[in-house]
Nanobody
């Protein structure tokens, strides 16, 4: 079993900042890519950003220049620094990790989600 636990969500005014964290635990051999998705009310879940084990990153156009993803491989933790938040960033944010549980087996793990609300 693999668990991802997010923290750091909350209510913030437009223009403000929040930092999300996600810690992985359980039966983990290694973690490949990690990322953050979000789902706004009435919309589909979308990829916000991802980061490989070596640190290569990918961002949705809507967050480029405002959000920064990082990870600490030793702590099995991924972070999302969100600056200049806009009302359209309001969503439930989900952590995702591609976890290798053995040399041969990989699973797609998800956190329970953390709500980010940006007030205008």
């Amino acid at each position: 079993q693999v668990q991802l636990v997010e923290s750091g969500g909350g209510l913030v005014q437009a223009g403000g900042s929040l930092r999300l964290s996600c810690v992985a635990s359980g039966r983990i051999f290694s973690i490949n890519s990690m990322g953050w998705y979000r789902q706004a009310p009435g919309k589909q879940r979308e990829l916000v950003t991802s980061i490989t084990y070596s640190g290569s990153t990918n961002y949705a156009d809507s967050v480029k220049g405002r959000f920064t993803i990082s990870r600490d491989n030793g702590k099995r933790t991924v972070y999302l620094q969100m600056n200049s938040l806009k009302s359209e960033d309001t969503a439930v944010y989900y952590c995702n990790a591609q976890v290798r549980t053995t040399t041969f087996d990989t699973l797609d793990a998800w956190g329970q989600g953390t709500l980010v609300t940006v007030s205008s």
